[in-house]
T-cell receptor, first 114, second 114 residues
């Protein structure tokens, strides 16, 4: 079993829809949670970063963390064709020997069609 | 542009040849990371530097792989005697010091083994 599980999709939605992307993880030592967006042939771009349970909002994006269920989500409101990309969740521990290591999900491919 | 810079963007080589990639982190970022990403997968951690010290190496980093950061600024990743399975995108990321600083990625070097 992978440490971080993410449904690869693909996910196709109409413009303006609310998109929900999710990851589950198995290691309770994970304390920092990130969402990255990756366009084709580009590197991952940081979208959201949080280290506590609850919601964090930034414009059309909301990140949600439920540590008790080991479940994280990213919501995109009023989705746009420019949101079409692969979305990666990434998690790391707070301290210890693997402090620098991000563990990524497989990535979900999202297409927003006009 | 003051982001993470990686060169070359694409490297094509024959099996058995040695290749070297370069990463220039964001200025004043003390931490530098290397990841490998294959098609349809999330990035996988390879190694991590804090200044010039290599603090962690993944088991994915076989003896044919070596990474350096001699002056605590740019870093190089060398692969000796390349194999077909080395074909991937090699991503570099950097972050400032601090327990809750996120990693920012470059656009990667795509390695193709003929």
């Amino acid at each position: 079993q992978k440490e971080v599980e993410q449904d690869p999709g693909p996910l196709s939605v109409p413009e303006g829809a609310i998109v929900s992307l999710n990851c589950t993880y198995s290691n309770s030592a994970f304390q920092y949670f990130m969402w990255y967006r990756q366009y084709s042939r580009k590197g991952p771009e940081l979208l959201m970063y949080t280290y506590s349970s609850g919601n964090k909002e930034d414009g059309r994006f909301t990140a949600q963390v439920d540590k008790s269920s080991k479940y994280i989500s990213l919501f995109i409101r009023d989705s746009q064709p420019s949101d079409s990309a692969t979305y990666l969740c990434a998690i790391r521990i707070a301290a210890g020997t693997s402090y620098g290591k991000l563990t990524f999900g497989q990535g979900t491919i999202l297409t927003v069609h006009p | 542009d003051t982001g993470v810079s990686q060169n070359p963007r694409h490297k094509i080589t024959k099996r058995g040849q040695n290749v070297t990639f370069r990463c220039d982190p964001i200025s004043e970022h003390n931490r530098l990371y290397w990841y490998r990403q294959t098609l349809g997968q999330g990035p996988e951690f390879l190694t991590y530097f804090q200044n010039e010290a290599q603090l962690e190496k993944s088991r994915l980093l076989s003896d044919r792989f070596s990474a350096e950061r001699p002056k605590g600024s740019f870093s190089t990743l060398e692969i000796q005697r390349t194999e077909q399975g080395d074909s991937a995108m090699y991503l570099c990321a950097s972050s400032p010091m601090g327990s809750n600083q996120p990693q920012h990625f470059g656009d990667g070097t795509r390695l193709s083994i003929l």
